[in-house]
């Protein structure tokens, strides 16, 4: 998902690019930018610094252990064709969720030349219906602590859509 998980203490709105930030922090790959330029206000010497980091990580293609807290949101669906069958995972018991045995022994992002997957409207149709702000379920109108998954996930928690 690109959506954090609060049940293990990470922050529910956590973009992935902050993800990447935590796990490669910029303090570890500060180096020049090879687009070098001469910054001329604040905003130009923050652009500056964040291009030059993300240079940086291209260059050196880090990859690294994700801590669990870190990882988005798990989730899988009883049936792919219904929404509102969605189930978060626990990834600390993910034979809760897939059966005996199953177990998440690690976790690691990696900065690579691979290009972004694509195709989730095809294992996810209805995905492909009135984005980006529609949930996957109506509201129930109840109390929040007791609003199905379903109801808090919208369809960009699974596409970013350039």
Excluded: C
């Excluded at 260059?59 to 069958?85: G, S």
């Excluded at 990834?91 to 195709?119: K, M, Q, W, Y």
Aim: glycine share 4%; proline share 9%.
């Amino acid at each position: 998902m690109l959506r954090g998980d609060t049940t293990r203490g990470g922050n529910e709105y956590y973009p992935y690019a902050a993800m990447v930030e935590d796990v490669f922090p910029r303090s570890e790959f500060r180096e020049p930018s090879l687009n070098h330029k001469r910054a001329a206000n604040v905003d130009e010497r923050q652009t500056e610094d964040y291009d030059a980091y993300v240079d940086t990580l291209m260059r050196r293609k880090p990859k690294t252990d994700v801590p669990l807290k870190e990882l988005p949101m798990l989730i899988r669906f009883r049936n792919v064709a219904d929404p509102a069958t969605v189930e978060r995972v626990d990834p600390n018991n993910l034979a809760a969720s897939f059966g005996p045995g199953v177990v998440l022994t690690r976790a690691t992002l990696e900065i690579t030349d691979d290009p972004v997957t694509t195709g989730i409207v095809k294992r996810l149709p209805w995905l492909a219906n009135d984005y980006p702000e529609k949930r996957l379920v109506p509201a129930t109108g109840g109390p929040l602590n007791d609003v199905p998954l379903a109801n808090h996930l919208i369809f960009k928690d699974f596409r970013e859509v350039q």
